[in-house]
């Protein structure tokens, strides 16, 4: 399967692949594990990053998309828009399928994107000292999340 991806979605790769073996390794020094990592492009072309933060209680786990979200909504404001977003999973061999954004994450990605948001869902592996990136494929989020709750502002009035 070819994936076409724009420009800009190359940049973003290109500027994932970079940080995963970056962050990959300062977190190896310090005797942490390879994590989830998300990447996304604002509608200002500025790079957000973000990474899985998994304590010891699992209802406080945030994902590295809604962590790569936040840092935008902080660094611009709650009206940046998401035009591109990178999901990418440490596994263990190449897998059929890539892992996408969970339930929550897809909801947040519809409400800071639009129907045109693409989301790249891509795989890495460690070798040794170095990292592959064998599979990235592109979904966009009006297809990863066909019905999203949408709240009518009157509905509480």
Request: hydrophobic share 35%; glycine share 4%.
């Amino acid at each position: 399967m070819t994936v076409n991806f724009t420009t800009d979605e190359k940049k973003l790769i290109k500027h994932a692949k970079k940080a995963i073996v970056k962050y990959n390794k300062m977190r190896h020094k310090k005797g942490s594990v390879d994590t989830l990592y998300s990447f996304l492009m604002s509608d200002s072309g500025k790079i957000h990053n973000g990474a899985c933060f998994e304590p010891n209680i699992a209802q406080a786990t945030i994902c590295g998309e809604r962590h790569a979200i936040a840092s935008m909504v902080l660094d611009e404001s709650y009206n940046a828009k998401i035009k591109y977003i990178v999901v990418a999973d440490p596994v263990p061999e190449v897998q059929e399928n890539s892992t996408p954004p969970c339930g929550t994450c897809r909801h947040i990605i519809w409400q800071f994107g639009t129907s045109k948001t693409s989301v790249i869902c891509m795989q890495y592996i460690q070798r040794k000292n170095d990292w592959i990136f064998p599979k990235a494929e592109k979904y966009f989020i009006k297809d990863l999340y066909p019905y999203p709750y949408e709240p009518k502002e009157d509905l509480w009035k």
